[in-house]
């Protein structure tokens, strides 16, 4: 499917080389964030121009290109985290997920708790897109996984939900991320209890979150996801960039704004100087 290719390129073609320009200097979704303030000048300068071309010449709707099985990549990077660190992750890990669940919840009438099986028997959607990092690289995937439209249905967001917002297993302090894996697990366990959002977190708001390539995807090219990629689960937001792609998902939560959430801005990176509208 190539609906939007045709009228998506210029826009495409010159964010691509803004980000590109600046891809030495900035690092890839859960990568440490980079001192550049051009970089940064950047991102938050091209956020407007970025969301209204995105409506203007697409539209919410509009599908993200989709591939055949003879482009996908040899393999699929693994930017960013490679496996959080700390005890609560690893038992999952060694568990093969058994235990884990995802919390759904917020501004919900119906809050959820789902297992990775229950995922698996849902309705799912397989899509080979292509992932467009900040820094300049794009590889081409099949995921599948469960659309998100179909769990927001059985929660039923409250009328005054406008965002999702994604919470994730990864930490991204230099204290958790720089301990050692076996003389600093107990400190590092005790910096994320005692730092719950030094974690990863993400956002979208309601018309990405109803987009039919909006999933929850638990395989990555016809296999379990790999925990470099984010297994158990991990966000595709096909049009939007990698930063948006939260790894590891352990809750999602409705709310009405960012207020009180961090640093107000809505992700991680965005609170750092990334643009919260990433679209491609």
Partial sequence: MKPIEQNNA???????????????????????????????DVLQSTQYLNRGAH?????????????????IAPSFRSNGTLMPVGKLYEGM???NFANWKLEVGGLVETPLALSLADLRVMPSRTQITRHDCVEGWSAIAK???VPLHHILDQVKPLPNAQYVVFRCADAM?????????????????????????????????????????????????G???????????????ERQLGYKHAKYLMKIELFESFDGIRGGKGGYWEDNGYEWYGGI
């Fill in 223 to 237: 296999k379990p996801l790999p925990v470099s990629n984010g297994a158990p689960l991990r966000l595709r937001i």
């Fill in 93 to 95: 890990v060694n568990s």
């Fill in 173 to 221: 302090d230099d204290d958790e991320d720089e301990a050692s894996p076996d003389e600093n697990k107990e400190k590092t366990d005790a910096v994320v209890a005692a730092k719950p959002d030094s974690t990863y977190y993400e956002s979208m708001d309601m018309d990405d979150a109803y987009h039919i390539q909006t999933i929850l995807a638990y395989d990555l090219n």
């Fill in 143 to 145: 995921w599948t996984g």
């Fill in 10 to 40: 210029p826009r495409r073609h010159f964010l691509r080389a803004v980000f590109a320009a600046f891809g030495a200097a900035a690092l890839s979704a859960c990568d440490r964030l980079s001192n550049s303030k051009a970089f940064v």
């Fill in 55 to 71: 409506k203007l010449f697409a539209g919410r709707k509009a599908m993200a290109q989709e591939f055949i099985e003879a482009d």
